[in-house]
């Protein structure tokens, strides 16, 4: 049998693949994700560079939502790949229990740049297999086995993650595993309620309070967080409320988790959004913009008192690719032009660009409910009338979504439109001429869902 593979003509001495023929074989023999396959229209994409993508005909697209909310530093970054080519002459794979001059560099910066006493950073090849571990960690440190979670969240996509996970995503994966206890977010986006920040807070933490009483604090090993939610609503927590958290947590030896999978790497104008409460979880995870998906890496920091446990207790995890060294050479190099360049501030700086947009959509457009934004991680709201309803139900659609969603591709902006909402989450590099690029596409396409406001409503 194996003879009949021999003399496969070399795909990269071929001439390049037709687009539509590349689309059918995609389709025809890889599976996508979270798509009935046949529902799925791939966007066919050539080659990327900064904030744009390249159809294979030349049409230039802007990344408006950095792909999976990942690709922070831009695509193609020329010091990056130089990287990423070094590490492959130097060292392609070793084993997890190796030391290696890139594992004990990049675990160094790491926790040169985390705030507080996370100086200790497990690696994974992901978000998920990161929330999976902390997991691991807080329960075999405690003892303990329950896990609270946000509904309006989403964590990953093993069988524990998806139990995490509290948006409709969980559903088809329901019976989830034991031990999970999902919690009310403390900001809805519901706008009828009118409560100041500092009401919103005290009663969100007498209501978790409660519950964790009524769970058993000395059954639950931790709570898990996306320190900012993200493609739930991109929902910053009111101010006070995870200092709140964290003190409920001490006070009844709960561990906090802070998933920064999303939110981490400088999205939203510091290199952690924990940072913006001043507080330091016990655990953090971390992927996509650690490597801007340049290649497959995440983590988990601890603090020293769980890093020290695990000095004289087994972690009872592992994974072969465990600090991947390709990987680790990718994060570190994509960490220092990071900060090099100064993306971080220019995330800082351009959130407040990216707000003014927002309002000046507002007001132009009867539609727009809101928008809500921290740094360059935003979304913006559609609903159908003045009393603030979504356009599309809770884990539906509705026409004039699905032709926004058109109107964008056609134009050649990149982002998600999910329900009622759509993401505006571009690369760290952008411009601001490239961000109002953007949102000059996004005031065009809004005009479709004015079409559909109901203006007695």
């Known amino acids: 049998m194996s003879t009949e593979y021999r003399g496969y003509p070399n795909a990269y001495a071929d001439a390049p693949m037709p687009t539509q023929e590349m689309v059918d074989l995609c389709k025809q023999h890889t599976l996508y994700t979270w798509s009935a396959n046949d529902s799925v229209h791939p966007l066919a994409v050539a080659r990327a560079e900064g904030v744009y993508l390249f159809s294979p005909e030349g049409k230039r697209i802007l990344d408006f939502n950095s792909q999976l909310m990942s690709v922070l530093i831009g695509h193609g970054h020329p010091k990056v790949i130089e990287a990423m080519k070094r590490q492959l002459d130097e060292l392609i794979f070793v084993y997890p229990q190796t030391a290696t001059q890139v594992r004990a560099r990049l675990g160094k910066l790491l926790a040169e740049l985390t705030p507080g006493d996370i100086n200790t950073f497990f690696f994974t090849l992901g978000g998920a297999e990161a929330n999976e571990n902390a997991v691991k960690a807080a329960r075999l440190y405690t003892g303990r086995q329950k896990i609270l979670a946000s509904y309006r969240s989403y964590h990953g996509g093993t069988a524990l993650t998806m139990g995490l996970t509290g948006d409709p995503r969980r559903w088809a994966s329901e019976p989830s595993p034991p031990g999970i206890v999902h919690y009310m977010d403390p900001r809805p986006y519901d706008y009828r309620f009118g409560q100041t920040d500092e009401e919103i807070t005290r009663n969100h933490l007498i209501y978790l309070d409660e519950l964790i009483r009524m769970e058993g604090p000395s059954t639950i090993a931790g709570i898990i967080r996306e320190t900012v939610t993200g493609t739930n609503g991109v929902l910053v927590p009111p101010r006070g409320w995870l200092a709140g958290v964290k003190a409920l947590c001490e006070r009844h030896g709960i561990l906090l988790i802070c998933d920064e999978v999303m939110a981490g790497m400088g999205r939203t104008g510091k290199m952690y959004a924990f940072e913006h409460d001043g507080v330091v979880p016990d655990l953090v995870t971390l992927a996509k913009g650690l490597t801007s998906s340049y290649f497959p890496l995440g983590a988990v920091g601890l603090s020293d008192r769980i890093a020290d446990h695990f000095r004289k207790n087994v972690f009872w995890g592992g994974l072969t690719y465990n600090s991947h060294p390709v990987g680790l050479a990718t994060a570190e190099a994509v960490l220092h032009v990071m900060i090099d360049e100064g993306m971080i501030e220019n995330a800082a700086r351009l959130g407040a660009v990216m707000r003014r947009e927002m309002d000046r959509l507002a007001g132009r457009h009867p539609s727009v409910a809101e928008g809500r934004n921290i740094g360059l991680f935003g979304m913006m709201d559609i609903r159908k009338n003045r009393r603030n309803e979504p356009l599309a139900p809770y884990n539906g659609s509705h026409p004039a979504m699905n ?37 000059s596409i996004v005031d065009r396409g809004l005009c479709i869902t004015d079409e559909v406001f109901e203006e007695g409503g």
């Open 403 to 439: 032709r926004l969603a058109t109107f964008f591709k056609e134009e050649g902006l990149f982002t998600f439109v999910r329900w009622s909402s759509f993401t505006a989450n571009p690369p760290l590099c952008i411009t601001e001429e490239q961000l109002l690029e953007g949102f």
